[in-house]
């Protein structure tokens, strides 16, 4: 269990790991491209360890090296296997559905599965957009949900459909598998796409690596067969999911916190428009080409739509209890079927700590400034939870997080960079 002790007076600087979203992508184009690459400033996590893990499965040679991991590419061809292999995903989301369409590229028997959480988490939508490719790919339980049996041969391509209202990591797994496809893939989205800047965090990396997406905004893309990934040297961006918690802590405190490695100027990752979302609160941001300072204000609620950053629900949720009045968060419906329910965990663990949330179909309402206490809570082992509420316990005594471990799923360091100035 782990006990946050309130701070005032904040004033630190923080370096930022590696992206979350960029690694497990940088390492599936490494792994499907011709030649070696080198990936520097690699996040070993316990998600992108399960990436990498199940490409060396499918016989890619991958080695770690401090914070750099060298992969030599397949050029998409991966060997054949002549007995089935499980290939287990923990609760990695991420991994397992970017790779679901990449184990469609073997040859041979997989089954893909992992937690008994991840047996819940829908996937059925990609497995009926790769079945209109011609891949032989089913939910053995019939429901919509892992495990998944792969029956491998290469995909055929063609045209086929997704819809975009649950997870936008279906449409990114299609677009890294495309151009190793027969005859090049188009894919039409349907409906909303959720979480739409990870696509773009998806095809810039694609391009980075070689490959042109053709695309018409979110609703229909062009992956042309026959011209793979070019390996290359390529550093990982900072995080900017992991830099939000400690913009958060300078929200809450009134503090300054400035994070290294974070490139407002240029990133395609989504979440950096958390910075908007604190501004409008009443936080001053300065934004540098390779870092971001966040001086803390008086804070005042906002209403938001936040579809396109659902990660950073839990943060907002932290930094809007001590704001001026009601937080309105809401289009994140999809934030159930994430490690957690993520809006009934806010709900019940920020419930013990008296602060007031009503819990929406889609979202969340958040009375802020109410007569907190502090308390012992648990994340739903669920990381974003566990390091919203430490942003919580700057201001809250009392605060005592239980399971602090599931923060490894993305930040193995988290711990040891908050203690360097919660101590």
Same mark, same amino acid.
């Given at each position: 269990?782990?006990? *946050?002790?309130? *701070?005032?007076?904040?004033?630190?600087?923080?370096?930022?790991?590696?992206?979350?979203?960029?690694?497990?992508?940088? *390492?599936?184009?490494?792994?499907?491209?011709?030649?070696?690459?080198?990936?520097?400033?690699?996040?070993?996590?316990? +998600?992108?360890?399960?990436?990498?893990?199940?490409?060396?499965? $499918?016989?890619? +040679?991958?080695?770690?090296?401090?914070?750099?991991?060298?992969?030599?590419?397949?050029?998409?061809?991966?060997?054949?296997?002549?007995?089935?292999?499980?290939?287990?995903?923990?609760?990695?989301?991420?991994?397992?559905?970017?790779?679901?369409?990449?184990?469609?590229?073997?040859?041979?028997?997989?089954?893909?599965?992992?937690?008994?959480?991840?047996?819940?988490?829908?996937?059925?939508?990609? @497995?009926?957009?790769?079945?209109?490719?011609?891949?032989?790919?089913?939910?053995?339980?019939?429901?919509?949900?892992?495990?998944?049996?792969?029956?491998?041969?290469?995909?055929?391509?063609?045209?086929?459909?997704?819809?975009?209202?649950?997870?936008?990591?279906?449409?990114?797994?299609?677009?890294?598998?495309?151009?190793?496809?027969?005859?090049?893939?188009?894919?039409?989205?349907?409906?909303?796409?959720?979480?739409?800047?990870? @696509?773009?965090?998806?095809?810039? @990396?694609?391009?980075?690596?070689?490959?042109?997406?053709?695309?018409?905004?979110?609703?229909?893309?062009?992956?042309?067969?026959?011209?793979?990934?070019?390996?290359?040297?390529?550093?990982?961006?900072?995080?900017?999911?992991?830099?939000?918690?400690?913009?958060?802590?300078?929200?809450?405190?009134?503090?300054?916190?400035?994070?290294?490695?974070?490139?407002?100027?240029?990133?395609?990752?989504?979440?950096?428009?958390?910075?908007?979302?604190?501004?409008?609160?009443?936080?001053?941001?300065?934004?540098?080409?390779?870092?971001?300072?966040?001086?803390?204000?008086?804070?005042?609620?906002?209403?938001?739509?936040?579809?396109?950053?659902?990660?950073?629900?839990?943060?907002?949720?932290?930094?809007?209890?001590?704001?001026?009045?009601?937080?309105?968060?809401?289009? @994140?419906?999809?934030?159930?079927?994430?490690?957690?329910?993520?809006?009934?965990?806010?709900?019940?663990?920020?419930?013990?700590?008296?602060?007031?949330?009503?819990?929406?179909?889609?979202?969340?309402?958040?009375?802020?400034?109410?007569?907190?206490?502090?308390?012992?809570?648990?994340?739903?082992?669920?990381?974003?939870?566990?390091?919203?509420?430490?942003?919580?316990?700057?201001? *809250?005594?009392?605060?005592?997080?239980?399971?602090?471990?599931?923060?490894?799923?993305?930040?193995?360091?988290?711990?040891? $960079?908050?203690?360097?100035?919660?101590?």
């Amino acid at each position: 269990m782990k006990e *946050i002790k309130p *701070i005032s007076n904040l004033n630190v600087e923080v370096g930022i790991p590696g992206s979350k979203s960029i690694t497990h992508r940088a *390492i599936i184009a490494a792994s499907l491209a011709t030649g070696k690459s080198l990936l520097r400033n690699f996040l070993d996590s316990e +998600d992108t360890v399960y990436t990498a893990e199940t490409l060396k499965k $499918l016989g890619v +040679d991958i080695a770690f090296e401090g914070d750099n991991l060298q992969v030599s590419g397949t050029g998409g061809k991966f060997p054949p296997v002549t007995e089935r292999i499980e290939l287990f995903m923990g609760n990695s989301g991420t991994s397992f559905r970017l790779l679901l369409s990449v184990v469609a590229l073997g040859r041979g028997e997989f089954v893909m599965t992992g937690t008994p959480r991840m047996l819940t988490r829908p996937i059925g939508a990609l @497995v009926t957009a790769l079945n209109r490719l011609d891949v032989e790919a089913s939910c053995i339980e019939k429901n919509s949900c892992p495990p998944v049996l792969i029956r491998a041969h290469g995909i055929r391509g063609g045209r086929t459909q997704i819809a975009g209202n649950q997870s936008s990591q279906y449409l990114s797994s299609l677009l890294l598998a495309g151009p190793y496809t027969e005859k090049g893939l188009e894919i039409e989205v349907t409906g909303e796409l959720v979480s739409s800047p990870y @696509v773009d965090i998806t095809t810039d @990396v694609m391009e980075q690596f070689g490959v042109e997406v053709e695309r018409e905004g979110y609703r229909y893309f062009y992956v042309p067969s026959g011209k793979g990934y070019v390996a290359r040297e390529f550093t990982i961006q900072g995080d900017a999911s992991s830099a939000s918690y400690f913009w958060a802590a300078a929200a809450v405190t009134g503090g300054i916190v400035t994070t290294g490695n974070i490139h407002p100027l240029i990133t395609r990752q989504g979440d950096i428009k958390f910075l908007d979302v604190l501004e409008k609160m009443g936080c001053r941001i300065e934004r540098r080409p390779d870092r971001v300072i966040v001086h803390g204000g008086n804070l005042s609620g906002i209403d938001v739509d936040m579809g396109d950053m659902p990660d950073m629900v839990p943060t907002l949720a932290a930094v809007a209890l001590f704001a001026e009045g009601k937080t309105r968060i809401g289009n @994140v419906h999809h934030l159930r079927i994430k490690e957690s329910d993520r809006l009934h965990a806010v709900a019940l663990e920020w419930a013990k700590l008296g602060a007031q949330v009503e819990e929406t179909h889609d979202g969340l309402i958040i009375h802020g400034r109410g007569n907190f206490k502090g308390s012992d809570v648990f994340p739903h082992n669920d990381h974003r939870i566990a390091m919203s509420l430490a942003v919580i316990g700057l201001k *809250i005594p009392g605060v005592k997080i239980q399971d602090e471990a599931c923060v490894g799923k993305s930040f193995p360091m988290f711990w040891g $960079l908050w203690d360097q100035f919660c101590i």
